[in-house]
């Protein structure tokens, strides 16, 4: 049974920085992709960043370039997202999805339609 459960979220200043982690079970990176959405309230749940060891690729939002860096640590089957220079933008409920490469296909899915497994998310507040 495929699992994900994030932690690390919270509230900080702006400028200031956040890790979230989201532990996986049921599954390895090698034969899925795995990424970070985010949903603010009223808004569309968007991606920030993917990363698919089968085709060795990542993927970041063009609003978090630079400031946000993806990673996993295979041995403990957890994904990261290291978030630095935060702004009140990114405050959002932050998730964890994974769902199995599509090794025909350009590198992780962008799209939050194309994952079926989710954590229960985690709130990032920015105070400005």
């Known amino acids: 049974e495929v699992q994900l459960v994030e932690s690390g979220g919270g509230l900080v200043q702006a400028g200031g920085s956040l890790r979230l982690s989201c532990a996986a079970s049921?599954?390895?990176?090698?034969?899925?992709?795995i990424g970070w959405f985010r949903q603010a309230p009223g808004k569309e749940r968007e991606g920030v960043s993917c990363?698919?060891?089968?085709?060795?690729?990542?993927y970041y939002a063009d609003s978090v370039k630079g400031r946000f860096i993806i990673s996993t640590d295979n041995a403990k089957n957890t994904l990261y997202l290291q978030m630095n220079s935060l702004k009140p933008e990114d405050t959002a409920v932050y998730y964890c999805?994974?769902?199995?490469?599509?090794?025909?296909?350009?590198?992780?899915?962008?799209?939050?339609?194309?994952?079926?497994?989710w954590g229960q998310g985690t709130q990032v507040t920015v105070s400005s």
């Open positions: 049921g599954f390895t990176f090698d034969d899925y992709a």
């Open positions: 999805a994974a769902d199995r490469v599509s090794r025909g296909g350009p590198g992780c899915p962008t799209s939050y339609r194309e994952y079926g497994y």
């Open positions: 990363i698919s060891h089968w085709h060795g690729s990542t």
